[in-house]
């Protein structure tokens, strides 16, 4: 079937630290691969994506790359701010766009001051 | 545009009423889409519609629930004799199709059973 996994939360850094959240996957054909962001009180918002293997999604300092070697979709952000406090989930989808979307459980990011 | 609306944003209720949910998409959006979220997992695809027309339904979609979209424009989601098991956050998001755009979500319907 269709999986993804994320690494286990919760996740504490200081600002300006380097952030690196895992995420692997399991799928049955040629997946998409999102990365949304839920702030405290908000709904799902897509942070960033990547369509095909080696591609490179970024916005507002993260970034992603698709690799479909090791089945992975890591996200990175150089320097992250408390403002970037939320939850993140890794998600796949097999269809055009970003629609019936199998998600990851989630890892919840605390940065303090 | 003022994105996906839905309401109540929070329901509690004893064990064994009716309950529903209402989602209105971004207009315009042909597609919409129903997930359940519990607590510390992600979002799980319940069943969406495209217009008026329901495509596909999860297979964690029981006989209890029934979801329609009259009219192609805001959807409902209805849970019949509510059980412990239903309390999560039913989350409703919407995308046009013509584009290979975003899927936007709501902020969700938090279903606590008492």
């Known amino acids: 079937g269709n999986s993804v996994t994320q690494m286990e939360g919760p996740v504490t850094l200081s600002e300006e630290a380097f952030l690196t959240i895992n995420c692997t996957y399991t799928?049955?054909?040629?997946?998409?691969l999102f990365w949304y962001v839920q702030y405290p009180g908000e709904g799902l918002q897509l942070l960033l994506k990547?369509?095909?293997?080696?591609d490179k999604g970024s916005n507002k300092g993260f970034e992603a790359t698709y690799r479909k070697e090791t089945t992975s979709f890591h996200l990175e952000k150089g320097s992250v701010q408390v403002s970037d406090s939320a939850v993140y989930f890794c998600?796949?989808?097999?269809?055009?766009?970003?629609?019936?979307?199998?998600f990851g459980q989630g890892t919840r990011l605390t940065i303090n001051p | 545009d003022t994105g996906v609306s839905q309401d109540p944003r929070h329901k509690i209720t004893k064990r064994g009423q009716n309950v529903t949910f209402r989602c209105d998409p971004i207009?315009?959006?042909?597609?919409l889409y129903w997930y359940r979220q519990t607590l510390g997992q992600g979002p799980e695809f319940l069943t969406y519609?495209?217009?008026?027309?329901?495509?596909?339904k999860s297979r964690l979609l029981s006989d209890r629930f029934s979801a329609e979209r009259p009219k192609g424009s805001f959807s409902t989601l209805e849970i019949q004799r509510t059980e412990q098991g239903d309390s999560a956050m039913y989350l409703c998001?919407?995308?046009?199709?013509?584009?290979?755009?975003?899927?936007?979500f709501g902020e969700g319907s938090r279903l606590t059973v008492l």
């Open positions: 998001a919407s995308i046009q199709t013509r584009n290979t755009g975003e899927l936007f």
């Open positions: 799928a049955t054909g040629y997946p998409s």
């Open positions: 207009s315009e959006h042909n597609r």
């Open positions: 990547a369509t095909k293997a080696d």
């Open positions: 519609f495209q217009n008026e027309a329901q495509l596909e």
């Open positions: 998600a796949l989808s097999l269809f055009q766009g970003a629609q019936k979307l199998v």
